[in-house]
């Protein structure tokens, strides 16, 4: 059985949603699921898992959120080298440049991206659908 971490930040609840979509999909496959916050996660407990789902909403000016995603992700970046990760989140008004940038920054980290999947605002069906597949990948 394969250990999946679901690693994210959200503000109004739209990432939440589709972090709590990842780990349904996940778990559909038999994987064991741990739903994290991102102010709980760590450099230490990447290798705990098998791979891992960030999520983090378009924030600042299509960047990641500050305060405690990105301090975050600058800690466990140096440990994603060779690790499978997938990337999700939530956006209003740009056109996902922040996912682009956050994939490029995981890509030159070593990781290797199962998936992304970008939301705009609340997830609808197909991005939950989306999200449930994004799991699913990982397990
Ligand atoms: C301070 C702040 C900055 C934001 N910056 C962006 C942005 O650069 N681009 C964008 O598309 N949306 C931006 N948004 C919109 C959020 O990404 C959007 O509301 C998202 O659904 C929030 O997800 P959450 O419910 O998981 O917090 C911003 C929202 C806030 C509050």
């Known amino acids: 059985m394969s250990k999946i971490a679901v690693v994210f930040w959200s503000g109004t609840g739209n990432t939440e949603a589709m972090a709590q979509a990842v780990a ?70 740009g056109t996902g440049e922040w996912m682009d940038t956050w994939k490029d920054d995981a890509e030159e980290a070593g990781a290797s991206i199962a998936g992304t999947v970008i939301a705009n605002n609340e997830p609808d069906d197909e991005a939950i659908s989306a999200c449930n597949d994004l799991g699913a990948s990982l397990a």
């Open 24 to 93: 349904d999909g996940a778990s559909a496959k038999n994987a064991e699921v741990d739903i994290v916050q991102a102010s709980d996660f760590g450099a230490d407990g990447v290798a705990g898992y098998d791979a891992i789902a960030f999520g983090c909403p378009a924030m600042g000016d299509e960047e990641l959120e500050g305060d405690e995603f990105q301090p975050m992700w600058d800690d466990v970046k140096p440990e994603l080298s060779g690790k499978t990760i997938a990337l999700f989140g939530s956006y209003d008004w």
